[in-house]
Structures are given as C-alpha cells and as structure tokens.
C-alpha cells in the first residue's frame, strides 16, 4: 500500500498569515494521463470531509482561492494564502492512484 | 440540492454484520461512484471501497473485502455497505461519498453526514 505522511502534524496560525501543510507518498503518483491523483480534503469539528483540491492542484467548486496545492510525484503541498478563523480543522491529503485509496494522518489547524 | 443521506446510527454486537445505506439525491445517481470510508477513533482516514453506481461494478480495498459488500439500488439512488464479523475494532463513523465516473482521479466533492457503528458486547 502506498504510505501517507504529513508535516506537520499540529499547525497554530494566526489569521491573516499564511500556512503551509506538507504531504509525501512513497510512490509517485503522477499517472501517465499527465495528473497527480493526489486530493486535499478539510474536516471541520463535528462535520464530514469537505474536498478542497483535487488531482493536486484544482481548486473544488465553491473552495476560496486562498487555498492552493501544488506539487508533482511524491512531494505535495498545500498552502492557505491568509488565514482565516473558520479553516480550523484536520486536513487530510489521500492518494486515488493505486488501490487501496490512502489517507495521510491529518494535520491538525487551530488558531494561535 | 445534491445530497447523501445516510441511515441512523447502530449498535452490534461482536459477530453481528451490520448494513448501512446511502440515499442519494440532487443529481443522477448512475453517473457517479460512491465510496465508503472509515474513520474510527484515533485512527487515520481508511478507504473500504467504491461502487460503480451505473453497473454495479465493486472495488474493495484488500483490509476488508473478506467481510464487507457494497450494493446499490438504482430505482432508489441507493448505496448500501454491509460488514460481518464485526468486532470491537470496527466501531466507527462510516462515511460514504460520490465521485463522477467521468473524467479523471476519483475525488469524492460530496460526502454524506456518517453512520456511527459501536460494536460492543
């Protein structure tokens, strides 16, 4: 199975300020149709994931465009331009390239 | 609006099964996949599977598919995921969510509210 990990785990920010979530697989996960299957999903306290960006780098419908992810191959990131107080929550990276789909371990967003 | 309903939340016994379902609306049901996940206590985000909402088609991911069985019911827009043998270490929110079979990756844009299942004797 391909392995997930995030950095960090914990991540304080300050609204207004930007911030930065790491994600890494042990295998690349650029498919030969040119895409990163490689998702962002936010869980906010109580709710269900709600998608974020998708094949890498596309922006869900109805996600703010201070959210952003990048990356190619086995480095992903993604990355909150300014802060605000209701992105708090777990955000989890999952890799739909090989099954079975896998999740990263989430890093944790809280306001400082 | 697009929406997944899920059913109410159970609670079994060790070696019971339990079925839960995934009431879909909002959009056409056969032009979508509908996958399930589990997130259990203290536990990353685990992927069971996915079903083709057109033909039925199933993928189970290897941790589970020796006890666990998706079906749909397309006159219903309907999900369902089925899990036997269940023991302690199943107890969890069990989610389903939609991806459209058309295009690439198989991102999930529309997640239902989860089903808690407590197993406990």
């Keep these: ?112 | 609006q697009v929406q997944l309903v899920q059913s109410g939340a159970e609670v079994k016994k060790p070696g019971a099964s339990v079925k839960v379902s995934c009431k879909a609306s909002g959009y056409t049901f056969t032009t979508y996949a509908i996958h399930w996940v589990r997130q259990a206590p203290g536990q990353r985000l685990e992927w069971m599977g996915r079903i083709n909402a057109a033909n039925g088609n199933t993928r189970y991911s290897h941790k589970f598919q020796d006890r666990v069985s998706f079906t749909r019911d397309t006159s219903a827009s309907t999900a369902y995921m089925e899990l036997s043998s269940l023991r302690s270490e199943d107890t969890a929110i069990f989610f389903c969510a939609r991806n459209n079979l058309e295009g690439a990756g198989y991102y999930m844009d529309v997640w239902g509210r989860g089903t808690t299942v407590t197993v406990s004797s």
Excluded at chain 1, 35 to 49: A, E, I, R
Excluded at chain 1, 51 to 80: C, H, K, M, Q, W
């Design chain 1, 1 to 112: 199975d391909i392995v997930m990990t995030q950095s960090p785990l914990s991540l304080p920010v300050t609204p207004g300020e930007p911030a930065s979530i790491s994600c890494r697989s042990s295998q690349s996960l650029l498919n030969s149709n040119g895409y990163n299957y490689l998702d962002w999903y936010l869980q906010k306290s109580g709710q269900s994931p709600q998608l974020l960006i998708y094949l890498g780098s596309n922006r869900a419908s109805g996600v703010p465009d201070r959210f952003s992810g990048s990356g190619s191959g086995t480095d992903f990131t993604l990355e909150i331009s300014r802060v605000e107080a209701e992105d708090v929550g777990v955000y989890f990276c999952i890799q739909t390239l090989h099954t079975p789909f896998t999740f990263g371990p989430g890093t944790k967003v809280d306001i400082k």
